[in-house]
């Protein structure tokens, strides 16, 4: 189901490294219903299980992006036990490396809030005909909607076109910057990664509102992969994320980042209903 298709980016999840590199292996190449694949003829690898090594982290140059941490000190407490087990590791850390022009591409909004009601109603009218709703209009009129985004879904169902300045701005120039700003950051420090916590804030009870931060925007405004891997808990026992993000058709490298910090941590703990 889309949220905002120039945005999103599909992957698996998987209790474990191996497994989620075993999924990729099985649902990248190129699919001719889906034009943005094509880029990665040529750039798949045999297989990314062939890069799962225990010792990966070593020599790794590894950029921390600390102005998206936020100020959660359980969070904190996480990411710098994090990164002195990469050291241990054999990593070398570049601390507190900057990304040029965030402010400016902080300020563009997300295209979900512009694309979702056209894309989702695509994405039912794929369904068939025997689909339930046929719309989003379908599903607000039914009620059976969680009430914390019954605003989101009301002024998302509000957008009439896509033919509209501000949305064009978004598409054309945060792309750009946000690509560029990576890239140049990456490249400055010869980083092989940058990491930030997957959250910057802990996770809150059901029926509350969680925030996450700005880390995710890397991810998604630049379409860059990222591999995500339990970096530890707090001290109530909530898990915390790390990412690890890179260059385009750096999956291979993030793989191997992410096995290695997870065969030296191991933090996964499986869930007690469903192990």
Known sequence: MPLALTQDTGGPIARTVADAAAILDATVGYDPQDVTTAASVG???NSYLDVLDPNGLEGARIGVLREVFGTNA???NVMEKAIRDMEAAGATIVDNV???NF???NSYGSLSAWEF???FNDYLESLGDDRPYKTL???LASGLFDPSVAKQLKERNDRESLDDETYKDIVLYRTRLAQQAVLKMMADHRLDALIFPTSANPIVKIGEEQTIGDGFKLSSFTGYPTVTVPAGFTPDRMPVGMDFIGR???EPTLIKLAYAFEQKTHHRRAPELTP
Request: charge should be negative; proline fraction near 14%; charged fraction near 30%.
């Open 117 to 119: 009601k056209f894309q």
């Open 43 to 45: 750039m798949v690898p």
């Open 103 to 105: 402010k400016e591409i």
């Open 248 to 250: 385009p058709f750096s």
């Open 137 to 139: 209009d379908d599903i």
């Open 74 to 76: 359980d969070i904190q």
């Open 98 to 100: 900057t990304i040029p």
